[in-house]
C-alpha cells in the first residue's frame, strides 16, 4: 500500500543516493527570491539499481522588471550513484540539462540552455547526521557562445526527533 507523506522541500545540494529499483518520487515547490515567484516540480523514476532519472518543469515571474518578466522552464537529470552505504560514504555523478525560455510584452524572448556536470558524495554517521558536498562544471548558452563556471555546495542535515529535522547548505558559482 502506498502512502502520501509531507517532506521538506528538496535541498539545493543533492544527495549521494537513489531511490530503489522501481522506486518513483514528485517534488513540487514554491520560491521567492526578492520580486521573482515561482514554483517547480519533479518526477524521478529509478529503472536499474543505482540510477535515478528525473523530469522537471518550471514557472516563475519576475516583478522586478517592466513589464513583468515570465520564465518556463524544463529539464531533465540522470543520477548514477554505484557506492551507496548506509553510514559512511555514497558516492556518484550527475548530469543535468536545463532550457528557460523568458519573455515579456516586448522583448519576443530568449532561451537559455544549460549542461551541468555533478560529482556528489554524502557522508552517513550512525547517529543520523548527513553531510553532503558536490562539485562541479555549468556549461551555459543564452543566444551565442557557452559561459562556463564551477559549481559547489555543500549540505548538512541532523534530526531533531523522529518526525522533525534541521536541514542546513549553502552553494554556489565561481
Do not use: C
Amino acid at each position: 500500500m502506498t502512502t502520501p507523506v509531507l517532506a521538506e522541500r528538496p535541498m539545493a545540494v543533492d544527495d549521494a543516493g537513489t531511490l530503489d529499483r522501481g522506486g518513483a518520487k514528485l517534488e513540487f515547490g514554491w520560491s521567492k527570491d526578492h520580486k521573482e515567484r515561482g514554483w517547480e516540480g519533479a518526477a524521478g523514476y529509478a529503472p536499474i539499481d543505482n540510477l535515478e532519472l528525473e523530469l522537471g518543469f518550471a514557472r516563475a515571474i519576475d516583478h522586478d522588471t517592466d513589464p513583468n518578466t515570465r520564465l518556463r522552464g524544463y529539464g531533465f537529470a540522470a543520477k548514477w550513484v554505484p557506492l551507496q552505504s548506509e553510514t559512511g560514504l555514497s558516492a556518484g555523478l550527475k548530469f543535468e540539462y536545463g532550457r528557460t525560455r523568458s519573455k515579456d510584452r516586448i522583448n519576443p524572448g530568449e532561451t537559455e540552455h544549460a549542461r551541468a556536470l555533478l560529482g556528489l558524495a554524502s557522508w552517513r554517521f550512525a547517529s543520523g547526521q548527513i553531510i553532503h558536498v558536490n562539485l562541479g562544471r555549468e556549461w551555459v548558452k543564452v543566444d551565442g557562445p557557452d559561459d562556463s563556471a564551477n559549481t559547489w555546495g555543500i549540505g548538512f542535515e541532523q534530526p531533531l526527533s523522529e518526525n522533525l529535522q534541521l536541514t542546513l547548505e549553502t552553494y554556489g558559482a565561481d
